[in-house]
Antibody, heavy 117, light 110 residues
Framework: EVQVVESGGGLVQPGGSLRLSCVVS????????FYWVRQAPGKGPVWVSH????????QYAESVKGRFTISRDNAKNTVYLQMNSLRVEDTAVYYC??????????WGQGTLVSVSS | QSALTQPPSASGSPGQSITISCTGT?????????VSWYQHHPGKAPKVVIY???KRPSGVPDRFSGSKSGNTASLTVSGLQVEDEADYYC??????????FGSGTTVTVL
């Protein structure tokens, strides 16, 4: 059974930082590209970032470029999202999901990030 | 990058069919055959029901089908069932290693 478990969310003040983690089991982790997707309250999901199998190719949405960094540790089956200079508009549930060849195959249940003073 | 446009809601009685549209531009939906659809029951993990416009992952009932015409993709759910009540989102490749989701449609089974 494939499991995708996000953690690290919480309440943070504007300008603060958080690091999200995504632990994955049940699939060949080092062969999979991973995505972070977020969904603000009452809104549709938004693609945030993705990382290729060995971490050499990382892409970001314009809204987070320069503030967020995606990384992975294939030895720990874990993907990370380092979020700096957080803004109120970054408030959302953040999902980690796997690339299945032009589809997002496996998703976690998400971790909530709230940015507020 | 603007979200793809979906109707906020759709509804039907059990056994009926509904179709959800997803309108983008020639830079995303119209430019690539890489549209997928996701079913999301609140509090649960989203699930892919259609990918590459028309393909259905194993385990997804054949009641779910997809199509595309120009800049608009569509998801049809035939023989609507109570368990189909959920939020549905389209998702498209938008070139240059970027992606865009739809605004979402809440499906209600009457």
């Amino acid at each position: 059974e494939v499991q995708v478990v996000e953690s690290g969310g919480g309440l943070v003040q504007p300008g603060g930082s958080l690091r999200l983690s995504c632990v994955v089991s049940g699939i060949p982790f080092s062969e999979i590209r991973f995505y972070w997707v977020r969904q603000a309250p009452g809104k549709g999901p938004v693609w945030v970032s993705h990382i290729n199998k060995d971490g050499t190719d990382r892409q970001y949405a314009e809204s987070v470029k320069g503030r967020f960094t995606i990384s992975r540790d294939n030895a720990k089956n874990t993907v990370y999202l380092q979020m700096n200079s957080l803004r109120v508009e970054d408030t959302a549930v953040y999902y980690c999901t796997t690339d299945g060849g032009w589809k997002l195959d496996y998703w976690g249940q998400g971790t909530l990030v709230s940015v507020s003073s | 990058q603007s979200a793809l446009t979906q109707p906020p809601s759709a509804s039907g009685s059990p056994g009926q069919s509904i179709t959800i549209s997803c309108t983008g531009t020639s830079s995303d939906v119209g430019g690539y055959n890489y549209v997928s659809w996701y079913q999301h029951h609140p509090g649960k993990a989203p699930k892919v029901v259609i990918y590459e416009v028309t393909k259905r992952p194993s385990g997804v009932p054949d009641r779910f089908s997809g199509s595309k015409s120009g800049n608009t993709a569509s998801l049809t759910v035939s023989g609507l069932q109570v368990e189909d009540e959920a939020d549905y989102y389209c998702y498209s490749f938008a070139g240059s290693a970027t992606y865009v989701f739809g605004s979402g449609t809440t499906v209600t089974v009457l």
